[in-house]
């Protein structure tokens, strides 16, 4: 597949076209019909996608394994933009626990009428963009990285897929109060996962049990993540992703990005980060 067909253009950002076409997107703006009971769980790429995928389903089972060790991730939290997603949602029984990278102008109209819950997850954004870079390198239907430096330069500008981190951020952020919102951060579920399952537990209406919490912070431990079939990628064909190179789910840390960066990378990170943060009342990454 060369290059100009890897991505679609659409609203101004890059959509992997493996999973994406004008037609899913359509579909996500214009006809999928949000529902009450709806729980959107919503990242930027590599903010902690698939971990909130792993523990939302348990959060619904108690702690119960067998969705999360049965069900593939794709498919037991569909994703609304994605050539799949109006198979797999339309007439899936309510509560539907559904993920998207959609920045918030281009969430279906339907749901901001609704009362649908949000759980959006933020990471540094040079974890994330760490993330993506080794992502890129092993996922044949994304365009190459190029090198370091340069994908600083193309993260920094949003010329990558789905957009600028910056716009993403901004886009939800002022959201963070509102009762059907509930923001989490990566490195806070890094630090205390069972505080941050007890949280989300209550915004979903969940009263988990202390044994229920313990074993979801188990089961969503990143290495028994790394094992589970049903959540690190392994089914997808190896011309599409190469584990060879490095596996889907990677690390699973906080501030790896110290192993990537260097001193001057970093401060124009941060000289750019600051810039564009200006003004938000947002608990900055200072490091």
Known sequence: MSEPQLNIVHEGMMWPSLVHSEESLTYAREEFQAR?????????????????????????????????????NWQRVPWLEQKSGKELLENR?????????????????????????????????KDALVSSFHYHNMASFLENPGTF??????????KVMFGSWFDHIKSWWPLKDQDNFLFLTYEEMIQDLQG????????LGKQLSGDAVEAIANQSKFDNMKQNKMSNYSFVPEELMDHKKTNFLRKGIAGDWKNHFTTAQTEHFNSVYTQ??????????KD
């Open 276 to 285: 564009k943060m200006k003004g938000l009342n947002f608990p900055f990454y």
């Open 149 to 158: 430096d340069e994908f600083i330069d193309k993260f920094l500008e949003g």
């Open 196 to 203: 941050a399952l007890v949280k989300l537990g209550e915004f």
């Open 36 to 72: 009450d009971e709806d729980v959107f769980i919503i990242t930027y790429p590599k903010s902690g996608t698939t971990w909130m995928q792993e523990i939302v389903p348990l959060v619904y089972s108690s702690g119960d394994p067998t969705p999360v060790q049965t069900i593939p």
């Open 93 to 125: 029984p309510s509560p539907r626990l559904i993920t998207t990278h959609l920045i918030y102008r281009l969430m279906p109209k339907s749901f901001y009428t609704s009362k649908a819950k949000v759980v959006y997850v933020t990471r540094n954004p």
